[in-house]
């Protein structure tokens, strides 16, 4: 009897024990899932989305440099200007270069940047040199090409630059959606952990307590002879 009793004690500290490890096991899968996730969204949104909008903005910044330097030279009929543009062009499509690593996706936007670019400059060029050489051959055409494709590449240039912004924020709203998720599951499984051990603490030791009366009575009884 002694002995059937101390099994079944055995038994339930095993199972509570069993209990509390499953459940702080739980917790710490989650806690590596969470980790993971989170590494993984960082990484993606460093890698790709922050970098595609800093080229983006790059592309804006050089744009602009570019355009108002042959703007000015065209203005003033100047070649140092056109000097100074063609020294400032290589870095568009180098920068390019580089979004076609990082934004793939974007193949035939960036194809259009790159015809549009080639083109817008390649007109600024012709202008001025036919400025500056005094050439009696009418611009008019090409100035009103210069200016539509300067315009055209200008706005999907911002429109780019806009998109890959949003998704940069949607990202981030992404990252921390997740962070925030995976830290209110965590708070409420250690408070589900410490409530679990509460009841098994309170059930065990009724349990336990119980068999130890029964087996104080039964010594008791040995002891006056029954």
């Known amino acids: 009897m002694l002995k059937y009793r101390n099994l079944q004690i055995q038994h339930k500290l095993i199972a509570s024990f069993a209990a509390i490890l499953l459940v702080v096991l739980l917790l710490a899968v989650s806690n590596y899932m969470a980790n993971t996730r989170i590494y993984s969204l960082s990484k993606s949104l460093e890698e790709n989305a922050y970098m595609a909008y800093k080229d983006g903005s790059a592309l804006v910044d050089n744009f602009t440099k570019l355009s108002d330097t042959l703007t000015e030279a065209i203005g003033f009929s100047d070649s140092n200007k056109l000097q100074k543009a063609v020294e400032i062009a290589p870095t568009f499509p180098g920068t390019l270069e580089h979004l076609k690593t990082v934004a793939p996706d974007d193949a035939p936007e960036i194809a259009f940047f790159e015809s549009h670019f080639q083109q817008y400059f390649s007109t600024g060029k012709r202008i001025v040199n036919a400025l500056v050489n005094s050439s009696d051959t009418s611009i008019d ?37 997740t962070a925030s998720f995976y ?11 410490m409530l679990l051990a509460g009841v098994l603490a309170v059930c065990l030791g009724r349990s336990i307590g119980q068999p130890l009366k029964e087996i104080a009575l039964i010594a008791q009884n040995v002891a006056v002879g029954d």
């Open 183 to 193: 830290a209110y599951f965590t708070i409420w499984v250690s408070l589900g952990t």
């Open 141 to 177: 055409s090409s100035l009103n090409e210069f200016g539509t494709a300067g315009n055209e590449l200008r706005e999907r240039l911002k429109a780019y630059t806009e998109s890959k912004d949003a998704s940069f924020e949607n990202g981030i709203g992404e990252v921390t959606q």
